[in-house]
Nanobody, 127 residues
Framework: QVQLVESGGGLVQPGGSLRLSCAASGLSFDNYAIAWFRQTPGKEREGVSCITPSGRRPDYADSVKGRFTISRDNAKNTVYLQMNRLKPEDTAVYYC????????????????????WGQGTQVTVSS
């Protein structure tokens, strides 16, 4: 049974930092691209960042480029999202998701590509 478990969310002041983790089990982790999405009530799920199985060619939404960094540790079956200089508009529930693709040379931040999803972790940026 595939499980993705997000952690690291919380309340932070504007300008602060958080690091989200996505721990995976039940799958051959190094054959999967992993993406982070976020969603607020009444809005569509937004692709924040993704990373290929090899860890090369990460991709970012324009809204987070230069502030967020995605990385993965295949030995720990974990993907991280380092979020710096957080803004109130980053407030959302953040989800990680997995897309099978061992030969994938680039990833896509499209929700429909991802079959396995975590339950989400809340990030609130507020003073």
């Amino acid at each position: 049974q595939v499980q993705l478990v997000e952690s690291g969310g919380g309340l932070v002041q504007p300008g602060g930092s958080l690091r989200l983790s996505c721990a995976a089990s039940g799958l051959s982790f190094d054959n999967y691209a992993i993406a982070w999405f976020r969603q607020t009530p009444g809005k569509e799920r937004e692709g924040v960042s993704c990373i290929t199985p090899s860890g090369r060619r990460p991709d970012y939404a324009d809204s987070v480029k230069g502030r967020f960094t995605i990385s993965r540790d295949n030995a720990k079956n974990t993907v991280y999202l380092q979020m710096n200089r957080l803004k109130p508009e980053d407030t959302a529930v953040y989800y990680c998701a997995a897309d099978w693709g061992p030969d994938m040379s680039f990833c896509a931040r499209v929700p429909g590509r991802y079959y396995h999803w975590g339950q989400g972790t809340q990030v609130t940026v507020s003073s």
